[in-house]
C-alpha cells in the first residue's frame, strides 16, 4: 500500500513538472506529502528571487483515497490560479458551485495536516471524514485584513463517491495555508484613507485631507493593480474603520470586466459602477488621490496619473500626481533633518550631518539648567518636549533663540515616589499635540496636551486592565494610531496599537483609545518600539526563551517583508523616522548607534542615551 501511495505520488509530480516545463516562467510547487503536513520547496518566502516562481496544482488522479484527495485539493489551493479552478476539480458539483474561497484565510504556523477524523468528529455514517488541523497563528478577513490569531485549528471535510471517486462535499468557505504559502502567495500592501480629526483637524492645514495607511494582505500575481482597487472601494479593515473614511460614495465598485494596469506613461484609467458617478468634482480628487496612492504602494513603475469614468466610460475626473500633492501620505511626518538625544550632560542635544560632532540645541533645553532624561521634537523641529533625569517633570521649550532663554516652568509633574512609576518619554503628533503618560500607581493617565502647552486633557484607555500600565508611547503622524509598551499582570511588556477616537466638542473634546490589537504577539518582552513608515514599526524585543531582535512589523501584527536587521547587544531604546530614508539608530550598550544603508552598526557617540527623531 505504502509503494502504491509513493507511485501515486510520482505521477503527481511527474504531471507538474511537465506543466512547468510548458510555462514560460520558472515554476516551482508546494507539494503535499502522503502523511503529515504541507511541505515546502522554498521556505524563504521573502527572497526576492520568489517573484518568478510560479506553482501549477495538479488534478486528481484515479483512485486516490480520501485522505490523498483532501491533501491534493489543499495542495491546490496554494497555486496561482486565479479562481481555482483546480482545486474544484477535488469537489462535489455542488460543493465547486458554492465554495467560497475568497471568505477569509486562516494561516497555520506550519501548514495544514490531514487525516481521518476520530469516531467523535465522524460528519455522517456514510462517505468519509477527514480532520484538517495545524496551529493557527492568523486570520485573513474577507477584506483582506490580517490579524494574529493563536490556537488550534481543526475542521472536518466529508467525502463521497462520485463515479467511483471520492469528492469533498462538504467543507468551510475559504482557505488554510501554512505561514510560508501565505507569505509566498500573498503580499501586504496599504490602502489609503481618510483621517477623521474631528474638530482636530482645523489645526493644520488641510486637515480634512490627510491619508493614513491601512494594511491588507492581496495575492502577488493575480490582477495585482485591479485587485489592488477593489480592496480599495471594499472600504477600510474593521479596525481601522471607526477613525478614518473614504471619499468614494458608499456602494462604489469597478465596473464589469476590468483587468487594470498602468499604460506606458503610468496613466491608470479607472471605470466605477453607476455609484461612484454620484461624486461631484471636488469629491472625485479625493477619490483619485486615494487610487493613486494606493496603485503607488504596489505598483513598480511611477503612477503618473489617475483617470476615474463611469460605467459607460465618460470621465468623472481626471488628476495628475502634481495635482494631488497635498494628499500625500505621510505629509505631517515632517522633514528629520536632525536626530535628537540626550548627551552625557544630560542636555537635549543633537545630531545633523554624517561625521559632524554633535552639539546642544539652542534653547533652554540645551542648556543644562535642568538635567533631562528623555526627549521629543515636534515635527515641525521648533519645539522639544523633555522630561527631567528623575521622570519627574516636563518641560516644553523652543529648539531656536540664543542667547537661549530661561527655563519655563515644567508644564507636567508626576507625583509617584519612585522614578520608575513616573512619567514617560513624551511623543508628537503630526496636529502639533504632545502625549505622554504618568505611570504613578495612585493615578496612573495617558494626557495630551495641546499644542504642547494647553492643560493636559486625559485620554481614556478602557481597554487596560487595572493590573495592566502604559510602559511608553509613540503616536503615529496622522494623530488617529497610537503605539503603547503595556506591563501586564505577569510583568511581561506587550506592544499594543490603539486607534485614537475623537469626540466631544471644541471646548470640551473628548478623547479614547480603543480597540487595544498586539503588533508583535510573538515577542514576549518587548524592550523598545518607534514607528518606521505608513504602516510599520520597528519593535525591540524577545521570544521566550530566546535572545533579544531587532525586527520590522506590520500595524496588523504580521511581520514585515523589509530585510532583516542585524543584531546588536542589549539595546534600550530604538528610533526609526516614518521617512523611510533616515538610517536607524538604537540606544546600545556601546552607546547610541547608527544602521546604514547595506551595512552593519556604527557608533554615533559612546556618551548620550535616548535617540530620537522627530515625532
Known sequence: MESEHRMKHQKRWRALLVLAACGTLLAGCASMPDDGSVDHVNSSHRAEADSQVRVYSVSPQKGEAPQQIVRGFLEATTSDEATFPTAREYLTHRMARDWDPFAGTTVLSNGPTARKAPPARTVAKAGYSVEVSGSRMAEVDDKHAYSPAKGNYSVVFHLTKVEGQWRIDRMPDGLVLGESDFQRIYRPINTYYYAQLGHDADSITDGRNVLVADPVYLRRRINPVTETVSALLQGPSGWIDPVVTSAFPRGTRLAPGQHLSLDDSGALRVRLNAQGTKAGRKQCVRMAAQVLHTVQDQASAKVSKVELAGPKDRDICVRTREQVDTYQPGRLNGSAKRA????????????????????????????????MGAVAVNRMESEAA??????????????????????????????????????????????????????????????????????????????????????????????????????????????????????????????????????????????????????????????????????????????????????????????????????????????????????NWKTLTESGSAPVYPG
Open 340 to 371: 535628537y538625544f540626550i548627551d552625557g550632560k544630560h542636555r537635549v542635544a543633537a545630531f545633523q550631518r554624517k561625521g559632524e560632532q554633535p552639539y546642544p540645541v539652542e534653547g533652554p533645553l540645551g542648556t543644562g539648567q535642568v538635567e
Open 386 to 599: 523633555a522630561v527631567s533625569r528623575g521622570r519627574r517633570s516636563l518641560y516644553v521649550g523652543r529648539l531656536e533663540g540664543s542667547p537661549p532663554t530661561s527655563m519655563d516652568a515644567p508644564v507636567l509633574t508626576s507625583k509617584a515616589k519612585h522614578e520608575t512609576d513616573r512619567l514617560t518619554a513624551p511623543t508628537w503628533d503630526g496636529l502639533g499635540d504632545l502625549w505622554v503618560a504618568d505611570r504613578d500607581p495612585e493615578r496612573p493617565r495617558l494626557l495630551r496636551l495641546r499644542g504642547g502647552k494647553e492643560k493636559p486633557e486625559q485620554v481614556r484607555v478602557p481597554d487596560l486592565d487595572k493590573d495592566q500600565r502604559i510602559e511608553s508611547l509613540r503616536i503615529a503622524s496622522d494623530g488617529v494610531r497610537l503605539a503603547l509598551r503595556v506591563r501586564e499582570a505577569d510583568g511581561h511588556v506587550s506592544l499594543q496599537l490603539g486607534r485614537v477616537v475623537r469626540g466631544g466638542t471644541k471646548r470640551k473634546p473628548e478623547l479614547t483609545v480603543e480597540q487595544l490589537r498586539p503588533v508583535a504577539p510573538q515577542l514576549e518582552n518587548v524592550a523598545a518600539a518607534s514607528w518606521a513608515g505608513g504602516s510599520r514599526l520597528v519593535v525591540v524585543g524577545r521570544e521566550s526563551g530566546s535572545v533579544q531582535q531587532l525586527q520590522y512589523m506590520e500595524t496588523d501584527g504580521s511581520v514585515s517583508d523589509q530585510p532583516t536587521l542585524p543584531g546588536i547587544n542589549d539595546v534600550t531604546g530604538v528610533a526609526a523616522s516614518e521617512d523611510e530614508t533616515r538610517p536607524l539608530l538604537a540606544d546600545s550598550e556601546d552607546g547610541i548607534v547608527r544602521l546604514p544603508p547595506d551595512a
